[in-house]
């Protein structure tokens, strides 16, 4: 499978792909590779000059769904080392891995870590392809989650204090009578208050807000 227009309509445009090898016809094999399916690469010639350019971006990672190819040994630090720091930097970026000399332990290890894929050298470009249209497809859908995830904090934070109490007895299943009753306050007071709710919520209905409500962490409300 290509990155043909026709398949990939839905993905941001120009994509990056970070390719990190210590051996230079191999970056350029694979940046060669990737050109043909128009994918923009930044090439690395090792682990820790890749490690320093995302762990000073890790703040502001750019909109673009991406991910790394790493050879998993190189002189300094590995491919594995090097993914433990970038997970200790919070940089999550899907690594698709290469190595001559994979063996199942190792492979399981980088699994276990979070390696989207693993490919043996020498290995079919229609895999590394594959391998990398994969990785950004998981990479946009976990950035959109995430998108997901801020906005809904950025609501929830837009709220008084008063507001995140209704919104506690709202979705717990109170009516506006009862939860008059409760705050001492007429029910039309409360049916505003719960108007402003929604709005901020950005909830069209009671179900919306529940759901919206169930989805915000423990920690937030």
């Not at 080392?81 to 199942?104: C, N, S, W």
């Not at 594959?130 to 997901?148: K, L």
């Not at 001492?184 to 709005?199: A, C, D, F, P």
Request: proline share 3%; hydrophobic share 45%.
């Amino acid at each position: 499978m290509s990155f043909s227009e026709s398949e990939d309509h839905d993905m941001e445009s120009s994509p990056l792909v970070y390719v990190i090898d210590d051996d230079i016809s191999v970056r350029e094999s694979v940046a060669d590779l990737l050109a043909t399916v128009g994918l923009e690469v930044r090439l690395f010639s090792s682990a820790t000059e890749m490690i320093e350019v995302l762990a000073k971006n890790a703040d502001n990672a750019a909109a673009l769904p991406s991910c790394l190819i790493l050879d998993i040994r190189m002189p300094g630090i590995g491919g594995l080392e090097a993914q433990e720091r970038l997970a200790k930097f919070q940089v999550y970026v899907p690594i698709v891995f290469m190595t001559a000399h994979g063996d199942i332990a190792m492979t399981v290890k980088a699994m276990k870590s979070g390696a989207h894929h693993f490919l043996s050298k020498p290995f079919r470009d229609q895999d590394m392809l594959d391998a990398v249209r994969s990785a950004m497809i998981h990479d946009r859908i976990r950035r959109e989650s995430e998108r997901g995830r801020r906005e809904l904090r950025e609501r929830y934070e837009s709220l008084t204090a008063h507001e995140r109490k209704l919104l506690s007895m709202v979705t717990g299943g109170m009516m506006n009578k009862q939860i008059a009753a409760k705050l001492n306050l007429s029910e039309i007071t409360i049916k505003v208050h719960r108007g402003q709710l929604m709005r901020k919520m950005k909830a069209k209905t009671l179900v919306e807000l529940v759901k919206l409500e169930a989805r915000l962490p423990k920690s937030d409300r």
